[in-house]
Each structure stands twice: as structure tokens, then as C-alpha cells.
């Protein structure tokens, strides 16, 4: 394969069945084994019972019994116990890491939107007012200059406004 050469399908499609009836066995072994050593657990730690006997032998095997059932439920229950810390642990784990790791924000994208657009999505039906913002605003108009006859004016009366302006900036 190094040289470059690609692997022909009929070739693939054969290396790909034997994968598979490989995998196939290793998994029926692997059942075949754990059901053997369940057989041997249970052989091993639950023997058959011996039931001969009378009333009061019985009655004396049904309270180990009951006492290994007791024994086995707290087991459990503490199992749970510690699976369920163990659960919480892990997830407030990955909370820190989705903390650690930040939000990426998306980029903001410019919307074009009148004021009235606006009022209407931030207030929803409550906006009844159009704002024309531009009939608000103050209006100016050019002052036409005349050129020629203050161009070479007196400038004692120049300096004397601007004395006037200097006051009343400094008066309030």
C-alpha cells in the first residue's frame, strides 16, 4: 500500500468479511464465557439448599436467609448511593469544563432597523407612539456671511466680543 497502489474491492470486501466472522466468534466466546462463570459464582457462593429436615431446621435456614438478603439490600442501597455521588461529581465536573472551555459568542451582524422596529420588538404590543426622530431634532439654518464690509472692520469691536463671550463663560 505504500507504493501507492489502492486495494481492490473484491480484496476489501474479503478482508471485511473476515473482520467480521472473526468478531463474530471472539463474541460468542465471550458469551459462552461469561455465562461459565456465572455458573461457577452461583456453584461457588449460593450452594443448593438442603431442605431435609425438620420445622425448626427449616425455620433457621429461612432466617440466614433473610439475613443475607438484609445484608445484600444495604449493599445495594450503598452502591447507589455511592453511583449516584459518583453521577453528580461527573456532571458538575463537566459544568466546569464548559465553563473553563467559555461560551463562544457569535459575531453580531448589523441590522438595519428604524426606532419604531426597535420600540416594537423591545415592548412588543404595548408600542403605539411612531417616533419620526427626525422631526425632533432642532433645526439650523446657514447663516449666510456677508463678505466685504466687516472683513476689514474695527478690531477693537472684535476683541470687545470676545471679551463679552470669555464672561459669560465664566460666570456660570
Not at 9 to 26: D, G
Not at 88 to 117: C, Q, T, Y
Not at 160 to 171: H, L, Q, S
Amino acid at each position: 500500500m505504500s507504493d501507492g497502489k489502492k486495494m481492490t474491492s473484491s480484496r476489501r470486501h474479503h478482508l471485511k468479511s473476515l473482520m467480521l466472522q472473526i468478531a463474530a466468534r471472539w463474541l460468542e466466546q465471550e458469551t459462552t464465557d461469561l455465562a461459565a462463570a456465572k455458573e461457577a459464582y452461583m456453584a461457588e457462593n449460593c450452594p443448593a439448599p438442603n431442605l431435609s429436615g425438620d420445622q425448626a431446621a427449616l425455620l433457621e435456614f429461612c432466617k440466614k436467609l433473610y439475613q443475607s438478603l438484609d445484608k445484600i439490600d444495604e449493599d445495594r442501597y450503598d452502591n447507589e448511593a455511592k453511583v449516584a455521588k459518583a453521577d453528580k461529581e461527573i456532571e458538575e465536573l463537566k459544568l466546569k469544563v464548559v465553563e473553563l472551555a467559555g461560551v463562544k459568542k457569535p459575531a453580531l451582524k448589523k441590522v438595519r432597523m428604524s426606532a419604531d422596529s426597535m420600540l416594537q420588538a423591545l415592548l412588543g404590543g404595548k408600542h403605539k407612539v411612531t417616533m419620526d426622530l427626525r422631526s425632533n431634532l432642532k433645526q439650523v439654518k446657514k447663516e449666510v456671511k456677508e463678505e466685504g464690509g466687516e472683513a476689514v472692520g474695527d478690531w477693537r469691536k472684535n476683541i470687545e466680543d470676545k471679551a463679552d463671550r470669555k464672561k459669560m463663560f465664566e460666570t456660570s
